[in-house]
Every structure is written in C-alpha cells, then in structure tokens.
Nanobody, 117 residues
Framework: QVQLVESGGGLVQAGGSLRLSCAAS????????MGWYRQAPGKQRELVAS???????DYADSVKGRFTISRDNARNTVALQMSSLKPEDTAVYYC???????????WGQGTQVTVSS
C-alpha cells in the first residue's frame, strides 16, 4: 500500500514562494515518475510538474521558469519549489507516483495553496 504524505501548502501573497514536499512509502518497487498535479475550483486536474527516476523533468507551460521539481530517490521524496506565485496558482496540489510496469498511480491527499493578490 503506497502512502504519500504532503506538506508545505499555505497562504502566500502574489510574488511570494512556497515549497511543497511529499514523502512516499510502502512500495517495494521504485517509482518511475513522481510529480505534482493541481486542481482549482471548477477546473480539471492538471499536471504541474513531473520528474523521472533518471532526473528528466516536465513542466506545465504556465509554471515554467517559476517552479522547480526535484526528488531524492534514496528517500522517495519529491519537492516542488514554487516562486513568483500568482493568484491563478491557487489550487489543491496533489503529489503522485507512477510505477510503469504495474500501470499504477498513487495520489496524496492534497495540500491547499492559496495565493492572494
């Protein structure tokens, strides 16, 4: 049973920074991909950033240059450093992991990020 525990959300003013962290446990297999999605009220969940176990990253166009994703494979943690935050970044942010050969995705419980203007 994979468990993902997120931390670091909160309220910040526009232009500010926040760091989200996620610790994964409970898998005997390594995670091929770790990352973050977000869902704003009334909108679909969207990919924010992802990182493979080899370190390849992918970002949504809306966060490129402002957000940085990183992971520690030995500790099964993934972090999202968010800078120059905008009100439109307000959403619930979900950590996720993917094990490709099992075709398995797991999700955290979500952490609220609110950016005030």
């Amino acid at each position: 049973q994979v468990q993902l525990v997120e931390s670091g959300g909160g309220l910040v003013q526009a232009g500010g920074s926040l760091r989200l962290s996620c610790a994964a446990s409970g898998s005997v297999f390594s995670f091929d991909v770790m990352g973050w999605y977000r869902q704003a009220p009334g909108k679909q969940r969207e990919l924010v950033a992802s990182i493979t176990n080899g370190g390849s990253t992918d970002y949504a166009d809306s966060v490129k240059g402002r957000f940085t994703i990183s992971r520690d494979n030995a500790r099964n943690t993934v972090a999202l450093q968010m800078s120059s935050l905008k009100p439109e970044d307000t959403a619930v942010y979900y950590c996720y992991t993917r094990i490709l050969f099992l075709k398995r995705d797991d999700w955290g419980q979500g952490t609220q990020v609110t950016v005030s203007s």
